[in-house]
């Protein structure tokens, strides 16, 4: 029995803007990681197979940060595709960069792509009909923070 080698398709892109000023730091009790917060402000959905908007504060992420320079993501909010269709978006991932290029992107300093680690493995949840694609299928992606903005590319597994 031969396996089916899985390829990767760009299916979209993402970019996510967030408000300017601090985000939300901080180290819950009894734990060795620090838990963070940043809301989404709105963002622009674009590419191949999808386009549309990030609805404006629908939702954030909520990270883990631990001292080593490893982030958790988990982050949740909603895209509205340009038919109007509403789509949830549950992102988990991981980033990992030394702590002065950490440093770096937590001041909102541009970094060199090559500097950081960053995956992705969302979820979608949509209503029956056109982008019910997105519900079934897996999907992995990559992400570039840029400022304010952060830039996710998303590939189909197929």
């Not at 970019?15 to 000023?21: A, I, N, Q, S, V």
């Not at 960069?97 to 493995?121: C, N, Q």
Request: glycine letters at 10%.
């Amino acid at each position: 029995m031969s396996a089916v080698i899985p390829t990767l398709e760009h299916c979209f892109s993402v970019r996510l803007r967030f408000p300017e000023g601090p985000r939300v730091r901080f180290q819950p009790a009894f734990s060795d990681f620090r838990r963070g917060f940043v809301s989404v402000a709105g963002g622009d959905v674009f590419g191949p197979k999808l386009q549309g908007k990030v609805v404006p504060n629908s939702g954030g992420d909520w990270p883990l940060m631990w001292g080593s320079g490893l982030i958790e993501f988990e982050a949740h909010y909603m895209l509205e595709a340009d038919d109007g269709t509403p789509i949830y978006i549950h992102n988990r991932g991981i980033a990992y960069s030394s702590p002065e290029t950490l440093r770096k992107i937590e001041a909102g300093e541009r970094v060199d792509p090559a500097e950081t680690y960053l995956r992705i493995t969302p979820r979608f949840e949509v209503p029956a009909g056109s982008h019910e694609w997105l519900a079934r299928t897996v999907f992995v992606g990559t992400a570039e923070r840029q400022g304010n903005e952060t830039q996710f590319e998303y590939y189909a597994v197929r």
